[in-house]
């Protein structure tokens, strides 16, 4: 396993992360715990969870499967995604909501800090800098270690960076927004700024739900078992990605990869790490086959040929147009 500092923070993280989400919907308590055992013997020091995932029952796996090895592992969760109770207060990220949820994750985690704590997205009710005092608060007393970000545009970061400055608020040390081959538009500002600013890049969807695995076929339904087919979220991955754009790309990047004798899911986590502005990438695994195949990944440099072969894809998918404040990422 190789490891990245985590933007300017001295906190170094494996490049893959391990992604926790259907812990406890599509892969059952038992499968999941094989999964992070397995992880972690691989070298994955990083896991990814939220309060959101499967109404806590998520975090409450993970606690479980670290139960005497918490020490060992860079631990993530979130906070202030979408409503995670019956009150009115049971969202957002006013400092009423972070207070409750940090217990309640810490309860479920069976830990007494967290080494990450998400902010899930972006509260546009709570002004951010009641959100920056609650989460800076929580540095203070030792329940969080650092403070991210999730889903958030560049406005948003920005804004926060500046008000944590101001008010001497411990900033975001990162931030988690989707990135893949055929979801690229964070290269035009958001992570200019993350290298500008030092602040580490988790990118979540590396494998566009698992339409990047080149397994899926345009003619017949999403398979159950997997992110399409799922009763939760298979609406919200569909919209996202089972598109057909989505689909002709794929097709050139199975041509690609066929060309260069590359598995597509490791060149496509391998395209990902090939930028310097990222951290880590977040790889959710249904078997240890998956994920031994994922963490293949780091072990692929591309070449210059196979980089160029991408961005032809993805001129198609978005052509090369003038866009005020896109700029070319230097990789």
């Not at 398979?223 to 050139?252: C, I």
Request: charged content about 25%; glycine content about 10%; aromatic content about 10%.
């Amino acid at each position: 396993m190789k490891y990245r500092r985590m933007g300017r923070a001295g906190l170094m993280v494996s490049e893959i992360c391990l992604g926790t989400m259907t812990y406890g919907n599509q892969i059952d308590e038992a499968e999941s715990v094989k999964l992070i055992k397995w992880a972690m013997d691989a070298g994955i020091n990083f896991i990814d969870t939220a309060d959101q995932y499967v109404n806590g029952l998520t975090e409450e796996i993970v606690g479980k499967a670290l139960k005497g090895v918490r020490h060992n592992v860079v631990l993530a969760t979130k906070v202030g995604g979408w409503q995670s109770g019956p009150t009115v207060n049971d969202i957002g990220t006013s400092r009423k909501h972070i207070m409750d949820g940090v217990e309640g994750s810490l309860r479920r985690l069976g830990t007494d800090y967290i080494d990450i704590y998400y902010t899930h997205r972006w509260d546009h009710a709570t002004p951010i800098d009641e959100t920056l005092r609650a989460l800076d608060d929580l540095v203070h007393q030792g329940k969080v270690r650092y403070i991210g970000c999730s889903n958030y545009l560049v406005w948003q970061l920005c804004k926060a960076l500046w008000v944590s400055e101001l008010l001497n608020l411990a900033r975001y040390a990162c931030t988690q927004p989707p990135y893949n081959l055929v979801t690229r538009g964070v290269e035009d500002e958001m992570l200019p700024l993350c290298l500008n600013e030092g602040v580490g890049v988790c990118v979540y969807n590396p494998l566009a739900g698992g339409m990047l695995t080149g397994k899926h076929d345009p003619n017949k339904p999403p398979p159950e078992g997997t992110r399409f087919g799922n009763k939760m979220m298979g609406k919200v991955y569909s919209d996202r990605y089972w598109l057909p754009g989505d689909f002709e790309a794929v097709a050139q990047f199975k041509e690609i990869t066929r060309k260069h004798g590359r598995s597509m899911p490791q060149f496509a986590l391998a395209w990902i790490l090939n930028n310097k502005a990222i951290t880590s990438v977040l790889c959710g695994a249904n078997s240890i086959k998956q994920l031994e195949e994922n963490t293949g990944a780091i072990e692929l440099t591309l070449t210059e040929e196979e980089l160029k072969a991408c961005d032809e894809v993805w001129h198609q998918l978005r052509p090369p147009r003038f866009f005020y404040g896109a700029q070319q990422l230097y990789r």
